[in-house]
RNA sequence: GCGCCCUUAGCUCAGUUGGAUAGAGCGUCGGCCUUCUAAGCCGCAGGUCGCAGGUUCGAAUCCUGCAGGGCGCGCCA
């Protein structure tokens, strides 16, 4: 639990009383008062804007209002001193039982710390990762893929029922190109010359080894065929190749997507005539001609008289169409189909994480969830910035045309799960990220991974140590938490009860980087405490001739390890014990 | 031309959704640490929050305009 929502409680309810008594107006709304830790923490512990807020509407001056509404809470439980101050903020100091009773209660709850309710198991569709089925998870790919896979954790600690969904666009014409690809790859297998693969094909080698698992499977089969009888089979066969290939990719990182929806599945069921046809039914679909894009020369443009949606009347800039030259589908007609199709399997709210290549269909997607939804469904998307890869200051170049693009494996090999999905994370996903695979792998306090492992794993060291002097230490309890009155101690306790309040915020705001700043103040302050033990022995975690004093110490690095463990767990990094290979 | 995002200390970035004297790391400078296993710890200095207006008790945060940077602007997927 959050004690800030517990204070807020409180606060609330003392001035309701007042207003109760007629030292207050009655029926003033509370909504906007808030807790939360004052900027200055000689402030004070928990600083609330009450005064200010109900100032207007009580007809009275804040800090007048701020000292009648303080008389009232000083008498909360914990609540040792409390004052007003600057415009009319009234600031609560909590003793120090306060928050031996939050160590207490981390203890027992161990990595669960933090969890709450406030998602109120309401269900919500995250779609992730969706890249081209056509060859092998490149590093760009791994920022979105981990962004969206924490961002899933944390929504779930807060008491969401998260669906992690993967769209697979096995339609069109890159499938086709691929089968295509395939078909060369597969002419080779067989023995004949293929020459250089041509311009517009897929020439990666990972082909290779699917043309020759489809001659070893259906022999010559194909080789003498048209086209139109092998193109549809070894799409199918290509695709399925690709996603055995990504689906191994995704397991290097540690995501496993629940439901894999197939494109192709979704034309096949009629799913996008059914949209286009409820759209229609709605007076969204007519028959135009559109501008041509500006700002880039298309060689042949054709005004063309095409079917639109409408898309602009939910916010977009301006209609799309929705079929090929062909009378074919377009790619957001099937969209449409797929968003339709998520929301009718039980889940309103959907969430894409998707690379910052694709701003613009967002408003094309979020009009269309709106326009075929009846605005009861709710699309929120969020793009991540691109990552530079770099070693040693230097950028990485990447074309995937000269081949030059670092595939996830390689980079996973490189650095490890654990510092690739904590560094994805590092930074809020609409900035850019820079990734370099010198720093990542550097055991210094710059590099933010290895810092709060490394605290994780001196608590462990610690407690390890500690046998040494209490043999069966742990099969105790702390008694008396009194011992823990130094201000850097203390403080320490402060930013471990604080971390529920940095996951709620973190998932509401669907910002999964807030939990890695938390970890690193915490991280920080305890390694300043270890550091602090060396000059003033009195404050070493272990003191031989105090066993009750060490107890409530290793306590406090009991919590410590608890909540990184439960900030790592959430980021899908194992913490550890030990830091030596 | 249009849309979205970014601009905070020399560098890399936080900033609790409108609150108090804007914070951290690196780097610089000055100390300390040869250990409860180490890769460190403390302190000093460093700011017109891109610029200009506006909204209000109060703005890095919200609105408008401008500048710089990024991504994008097929019936591709």
Redesign the pocket.
């Known amino acids: 639990m959050n004690f800030f929502h517990s204070f807020r409680n409180e606060i609330l309810n003392s001035i309701e009383k007042l207003a109760k008594e007629g030292r207050l107006p009655e029926g003033l709304t509370l909504d906007k008062i ?1 807790t ?5 923490a000689t ?1 004070g512990d928990i ?1 609330t ?1 009450a005064a ?2 109900l100032s207007k509407p009580a007809h009275m001056n804040p800090r007048e209002l701020g000292e009648l509404i303080a008389k009232e809470l000083e008498s909360l439980p914990y609540v040792t001193e409390v004052s007003v ?3 009319g ?1 009234i ?1 609560l100091r909590l003793t120090p039982n306060f928050w031996y009773k939050e160590l207490e209660t981390i203890l027992k709850e161990k990595e669960e710390y933090g969890s709450s309710s406030i998602g109120l198991g309401e269900k919500i569709n995250l779609e992730y990762v969706s890249t ?1 089925p056509t060859g092998p998870m490149h590093a760009g790919h791994g920022r979105v893929a981990v962004v969206a896979d924490v961002l899933a954790n944390l929504l779930e600690k807060v008491g969401y029922r998260v669906l992690r969904e993967f769209y697979v ?1 096995d ?5 086709e190109k691929l089968a295509q690809s395939t078909y060369l790859r597969y002419k080779e297998a067989l023995g004949h010359e293929i020459g250089i693969i041509p311009e517009g094909y897929y020439p990666g080698d990972y082909l290779k080894e699917v043309g020759e698992a489809l001659a070893t499977r259906d022999g010559d089969k194909w080789l003498s065929l048209p086209e139109s009888e092998w193109l549809e089979p070894l799409r199918e066969f290509s695709i399925n190749a690709m996603m055995t290939m990504i689906r191994k990719d995704l397991a290097l990182l540690g995501i496993n997507h629940e439901v894999f929806t197939s ?1 192709t599945e979704l034309h096949r069921m009629g799913a996008v005539e059914a949209a286009i046809q409820t759209l229609k039914e709605r007076g969204l679909i007519y028959e135009g001609i ?1 501008e041509p ?4 020369v ?1 060689e042949n443009w ?1 005004p ?1 008289k ?1 079917m639109l949606f409408r898309s602009t009347e939910f916010g977009d ?1 301006a209609d ?2 929705l ?4 009378g074919s589908w ?3 007609a099937g969209d449409i189909a797929y968003h339709y199709d998520k929301f009718r399997r039980g889940y309103p709210n959907m969430i894409n994480v998707w690379g ?8 094309r997607v979020t009009s269309a969830v709106k326009a075929i939804t009846e605005g009861k469904g709710h699309l929120d998307v969020i ?1 991540c ?2 990552v530079n890869f770099m070693e040693g200051g230097k950028p990485i170049k990447m074309s995937k045309r000269a081949g030059t693009f670092i595939e996830i494996k390689e980079v996973i090999d490189k650095v490890g799960r654990d510092a690739f999905r904590f560094m994805m994370i590092t ?2 996903s ?5 990734f370099d695979f010198k720093k990542v792998l550097e ?4 590099n933010p991974v290895f810092y709060i492992q ?1 605290a994780h ?2 608590c ?3 407690m ?2 500690a046998e040494d002097v209490f043999p069966k230490w742990s099969e105790t309890s702390a008694e008396v938490y009194a011992g823990l009155d130094d201000p850097d101690e203390l403080h320490l306790l402060k930013l471990l009860a604080a971390w529920p ?1 940095h996951v709620e ?1 973190a998932a ?2 669907r ?1 999964p ?2 939990l890695c ?1 938390a970890l690193y103040e915490i991280a ?1 302050q305890f ?2 405490l ?6 003033n022995t009195l404050l ?3 003191i031989a001739d105090n066993k009750e004093l060490t107890r409530t110490r290793l306590a406090m690095i009991q919590g410590v390890a608890t909540i990184i463990a439960s900030g790592f767990q959430i980021i899908g990094v194992t913490p550890v014990k ?3 290979e």
Not at 171 to 175: E, I, M, N, R
Request: glycine residues 6%; hydrophobic residues 30%; positive net charge.
């Open positions: 808030t939360e830790p004052p900027r200055d402030h600083s804007n200010m807020i101050a600057g415009p903020f600031n081209n666009n339609a069109g014409g890159q499938a494109e559109l894009p500006k700002g880039k298309i054709k063309r095409q800039d799309r169409p079929q090929k030259v062909d377009a790619y957001f910052a290549d694709h701003v613009g269909t967002v408003k793009l910035q691109i930074r809020k609409d900035a850019h990220l820079d055991q210094t306090r710059d490394y794993a001196r462990h060291s610690v390890r140590m309040r915020i509401t705001a910002e980087h807030r700043y920080a390694h300043m270890w550091n602090k033990g060396k000059e070493r975690f272990i030990e830091m030596r």
